[in-house]
């Protein structure tokens, strides 16, 4: 029997039309937050694979890129409709407007659900459970803590946070690792006390709390020591900041796997991959970069 993935980063893959302040348009960039956090993660560990469910149309050029970077196309199930496709305006003060082109039922249909999951891979030492519909992670999250031992590490989904309060924090306690955005936590607690916000996520359940603060760096609580690990951001030029906080999630949770006691290096790892994806439009910093340079990058830094 071959041996499972260390970790499955599970989300969805996208087709994104990319607007900037300026006017500037890339449209039909690739993306997903499922493949910004794999690639991310299969710098620092080689044995990551994804879970995504891809439409009729999914552009087969995209699919040899896939393969190409070495990843199975097991876990990208075929579904009877179009993919997902998004148009993401950016505003001048940072902000950005996302245009689902398929609407909201198409994003759930295009989540993963377990029985995406190749039965080879359930046996993975972590799962990711990247942003989609809150049904979906919901659906996730438990089949996973009930059926497994592994790892389950949550990014939740800004969108559904209001109205959906009670559900997200019993979601939260189902986790190990919970990694929420700045927004993320002002939407659900209503402050930006970011150590506050950490120890209150961490007491539903988390083992660690990583709260990711954008060009703030991120903030790490770990509720067996009770203690809180600030790290920077790595300097980056930015183009577009889609897929930063994926590829942080993904890288974080790879490096958390080669040492799990060293959660300011998993940190540092996390910015360093997001300072290659924010260099150019979607995936395509990633698919450009190789793990030497990530490895290089994030020594330099720690030096």
């Not at 087709?15 to 794999?38: H, N, R």
């Not at 389950?152 to 009670?166: M, R, S």
């Not at 359940?205 to 760096?217: A, C, D, F, N, R």
């Not at 940190?267 to 991959?273: K, P």
Request: charge should be negative.
């Amino acid at each position: 029997m071959s041996t499972p993935p260390r970790l499955i980063c599970l989300g969805n893959l996208t087709l994104d039309d990319v607007v900037l302040p300026d006017g500037t348009e890339k449209p039909g960039c690739t993306g997903g937050d499922a493949l910004y956090a794999c690639l991310a993660a299969r710098f620092l560990e080689p044995n990551v694979e994804m879970v995504a469910p891809i439409g009729q149309d999914w552009p087969d050029a995209v699919n040899r890129q896939i393969e190409a970077a070495g990843l199975s196309a097991l876990g990208l199930t075929a579904r009877d409709l179009a993919s997902l496709h998004n148009r993401i305006d950016y505003h001048a003060d940072g902000s950005r407007t996302w245009t689902l082109y398929n609407g909201e039922e198409a994003f759930h249909a295009l989540s993963p659900l377990p029985n995406d999951i190749p039965a080879e891979w359930r046996k993975a030492e972590a799962f990711m459970v990247l942003a989609m519909t809150l049904e979906a992670q919901v659906e996730l999250v438990e089949t996973l803590k009930r059926d497994s031992t592994a790892v389950v590490a949550l990014d939740p989904q800004e969108d559904y946070i209001a109205g959906n309060e009670v559900a997200l924090r019993k979601l939260i306690g189902n986790c190990d690792i919970f990694l929420p955005s700045a927004e993320e936590v002002r939407r659900l607690l209503r402050h930006d006390d970011w150590a506050s916000a950490a120890r209150s996520f961490a007491e539903l359940g988390p083992g660690i709390v990583v709260v990711k603060l954008g060009e703030e760096g991120s903030l790490i609580y770990e509720r067996s020591e009770d203690r809180i690990i600030r790290v920077p951001a790595h300097p980056a030029t930015v183009i577009d900041t889609t897929g930063a906080g994926d590829s942080f999630c993904g890288a974080f949770m790879a490096a958390f796997l080669q040492d799990r006691s060293d959660l300011e290096t998993a940190a540092r790892a996390g910015s360093v991959a997001a300072s290659f994806t924010v260099a150019g439009y979607g995936v395509d910093p990633l698919f450009a970069t190789t793990a030497e340079q990530v490895r290089q990058r994030l020594a330099e830094w720690r030096s």
